[in-house]
T-cell receptor, first 109, second 115 residues
Framework: GQNIDQPTEMTATEGAIVQINCTYQ??????LFWYQQHAGEAPTFLSY??LDGLEEKGRFSSFLSRSKGYSYLLLKELQMKDSASYLC??????????WGAGTKLIIKP | GAVVSQHPSWVICKSGTSVKIECRSL??????MFWYRQFPKQSLMLMAT?????????EQGVEKDKFLINHASLTLSTLTVTSAHPEDSSFYIC???????????FGPGTRLTVT
């Protein structure tokens, strides 16, 4: 079966760094996406990894290891507005997105 | 670029009535559109995938006669919830993808409340 695992909830302090992990088992792999979703809003795109390694984009970075079926999203210099759910999704062999349940990130002052 | 709109953004309807939700790609041609449903504190659940000009492919457990999807043009897809019931109350989100991009661009979502 297809499966995406990520922690349900994480808490971090404003100004700190947090890493959100995602492991996956899918039928085929055509890339891994990270989306941010604030409560009551639609998801917004953060990153896309299809090759192994680290992709950096401002305060956010995303890492992928295809051999390990593993990715993480790294958020630096956390701000209160980063409080949201972070969704990991994998495009399978049919380019259909398989979604994780999301990680709710709580930022404390 | 890559903007997707949804209308209405929220709707309240009475049990037994039908509700139509529109999803439009404003600045690109969406060869594929996706409809999701999200219940509070849960992740996105794919309901169906539609390609322009063809019938939608529904996920297991989603009633095709209840959730009618029409993707008549490269910029518009509609989801009609027929004979709505309170358990259909949810956040409905569409996304769209053009033929050359793997990324899905999401609409802002429609919050449906059935009383």
């Amino acid at each position: 079966g297809q499966n995406i695992d990520q922690p349900t909830e994480m808490t971090a302090t404003e100004g700190a760094i947090v890493q959100i992990n995602c492991t996956y088992q899918t039928s085929g792999f055509n890339g891994l996406f990270w989306y941010q979703q604030h409560a009551g809003e639609a998801p917004t795109f953060l990153s896309y990894n299809v090759l192994d390694g680290l992709e950096e984009k401002g305060r956010f970075s995303s890492f992928l290891s295809r051999s390990k079926g593993y990715s993480y999203l790294l958020l630096k210099e956390l701000q209160m507005k980063d409080s949201a759910s972070y969704l990991c999704a994998v495009a399978d062999s049919n380019y259909q997105l398989i979604w994780g349940a999301g990680t709710k990130l709580i930022i404390k002052p | 670029g890559a903007v997707v709109s949804q209308h209405p953004s929220w709707v309240i309807c009475k049990s037994g009535t039908s509700v139509k939700i529109e999803c439009r790609s404003l600045d690109f041609q969406a060869t594929t559109m996706f409809w999701y449903r999200q219940f509070p504190k849960q992740s996105l659940m794919l309901m169906a995938t539609s390609n322009e000009g063809s019938k939608a492919t529904y996920e297991q457990g989603v009633e095709k006669d209840k959730f009618l999807i029409n993707h008549a043009s490269l910029t518009l897809s509609t989801l009609t919830v027929t004979s709505a019931h309170p358990e259909d109350s949810s956040f409905y989100i569409c996304s769209a993808r053009d033929g050359s991009d793997y990324e899905q661009y999401f609409g802002p979502g429609t919050r449906l409340t059935v009383t």
